[in-house]
């Protein structure tokens, strides 16, 4: 039943959902100390602690309302994402994925914090709500909203109970950096059709060797001719 329920959550949803539940229960169960799990860039270079560039995008830190919300976006928008907007393109989803953490770990340098995966998950609730946007949503139950707006409405939930929104804005700031690079620049006439941003093709042939799925090469060469348009 339950395998059953996880194979049918598209790959990529699936290990940032399950990495997720994973790191935060274990931390939340004190089998692993969460002190040994967050970005701390003098440990990771002085120590030699390499993992916590990885391990940070997916401690959500106290299994709280905020972690649960938080787990919600990677279920819902990420889930949606990658069966709608990049459907049969996993492989551009898990760029899209890596090149925003990368970025993220680089603003670091700049504005330090320690769980990136908050800035992660409003990165895909961004992409999300702006390739949604005529959407109608119903915050919890009863409050319509337009996509689009969905994210400053949690922006400002956030701040209403004293959260950080620093992690929020980084993640809005590089979604809406890979939503103008790759949906808007492509339609601009001084584009000519080209784009600014696309999966590398060392990236998709590593991606193959491993034996990932969702290539969709056909919706791929249709990008390099035309304007993209999702």
Excluded at 121 to 135: A, D, E, F, G, H
Excluded at 137 to 150: D, N, Q, R, S, T
Aim: one cysteine or more; aromatic letters at 20%; proline letters at 5%.
């Amino acid at each position: 039943m339950l395998d059953s329920i996880l194979l049918d959550i598209p790959p990529v949803t699936r290990f940032l959902l399950l990495g997720s539940v994973i790191v935060t229960f274990i931390t939340h169960l004190q089998i692993i100390s969460p002190y040994s799990l967050y970005f701390n860039s003098l440990l990771i270079f002085n120590k030699g602690e390499f993992w916590r560039m990885f391990t940070s995008f997916f401690y959500l830190g106290e299994l709280n309302i905020s972690a649960f919300f938080r787990l919600y976006f990677i279920y819902t928008y990420s889930r949606n994402l990658e069966e709608h907007s990049f459907r049969g393109r996993s492989i551009d989803y898990l760029f899209y994925i890596i090149w925003g953490a990368l970025l993220i770990l680089l603003s670091c340098l700049f504005f330090p914090q320690f769980q990136l995966a908050e800035s992660l998950s409003t990165m895909i609730l961004y992409l999300w709500s702006r390739r949604n946007r005529n959407v109608l949503m119903h915050v919890f139950g009863f409050l319509p909203l337009k996509a689009p707006y969905l994210i400053w409405f949690f922006l400002f939930f956030s701040a209403t109970f004293g959260h950080p929104l620093l992690p929020d804005i980084i993640g809005l700031a590089i979604g809406h950096l890979y939503y103008f690079f790759v949906d808007v620049f492509p339609k601009l006439p001084l584009s000519k059709n080209k784009r600014l941003l696309k999966t590398p093709r060392f990236f998709r042939w590593i991606c193959k060797t491993c034996g990932m799925q969702g290539d969709n090469q056909d919706y791929q060469d249709l990008l390099d001719v035309n304007d993209f348009d999702e």
